[in-house]
T-cell receptor
Framework: AQTVTQSQPEMSVQEAETVTLSCTYD???????LFWYKQPPSRQMILVIR??????QNATENRFSVNFQKAAKSFSLKISDSQLGDTAMYFC??????????FGGGTRLMVKP | DTGVSQDPRHKITKRGQNVTFRCDPI?????LYWYRQTLGQGPEFLTY????????KSRLLSDRFSAERPKGSFSTLEIQRTEQGDSAMYLC???????????????FGQGTRLTVV
């Protein structure tokens, strides 16, 4: 079974600055995916970015990018040019073969004006 | 299609009562998932369906919990004899799963917040 750990319960960042959220995981699989989901206050969870383990290139989606270190089993999320709308809970997640997700405990991100 | 919808959004019930939640997935998605999220924590997997078949159940799903997905469309999650420890957000998600890799984006509903008093 896989485990996902997020060591930063809360973080804050000034608007327009850059912030990095950490995630480590453990799995015995060699080919897998990793996700970052965002859960804004009182709104549904949405996918931010996805990384395929066999791809060496780090995924990028606009202001969001990841630093994927397969050997270290590390999967951090970098948010550039932070916006007030980025305020949310962020969850690192590992999908198994049936797409059932194992989530980390989450990081509450506050973007300050 | 407006995405995954869940009903009700909020439910307050007395301990010992039964409650039922409904989830309507995105219409073309054949996989449907239920998760439970307690305050300040990440969601935990409860169960999932492919079409009408319930393929996996977590050990978190005690015998007081039952889920159905008749005809492979909407799903219901029932909790019998509720306990205060059942208080949580219950999330439903759906995803396509038509072969190959199933590790695709799951689309979540807004959840049903249950409070047992």
């Amino acid at each position: 079974a896989q485990t996902v750990t997020q060591s930063q319960p809360e973080m804050s960042v000034q608007e327009a600055e850059t912030v990095t959220l950490s995630c480590t995981y453990d799995t015995s699989e060699s080919n897998y995916y990793l996700f970052w989901y965002k859960q804004p206050p009182s709104r549904q969870m949405i996918l931010v970015i996805r990384q395929e383990a066999y791809k060496q290139q780090n995924a990028t989606e606009n202001r969001f990018s990841v630093n994927f270190q397969k050997a270290a089993k590390s999967f951090s999320l970098k948010i550039s040019d932070s916006q007030l709308g980025d305020t949310a809970m962020y969850f690192c997640a590992f999908p198994n073969a049936g797409n059932m997700l194992t989530f980390g405990g989450g990081t509450r991100l506050m973007v300050k004006p | 299609d407006t995405g995954v919808s869940q009903d009700p959004r909020h439910k307050i019930t007395k301990r010992g009562q039964n409650v039922t939640f409904r989830c309507d997935p995105i219409s073309e998605h054949n996989r449907l998932y239920w998760y439970r999220q307690t305050l300040g924590q990440g969601p935990e997997f409860l169960t999932y369906f492919q079409n009408e078949a319930q393929l996996e159940k977590s050990r978190l799903l005690s015998d007081r919990f039952s889920a159905e997905r008749p005809k492979g469309s909407f799903s219901t999650l029932e909790i019998q004899r509720t306990e205060q420890g059942d208080s949580a957000m219950y999330l439903c998600a759906s995803s396509p799963g038509t072969g190959g890799s199933f590790r695709v984006e799951a689309f979540f509903g807004q959840g049903t917040r249950l409070t047992v008093v």
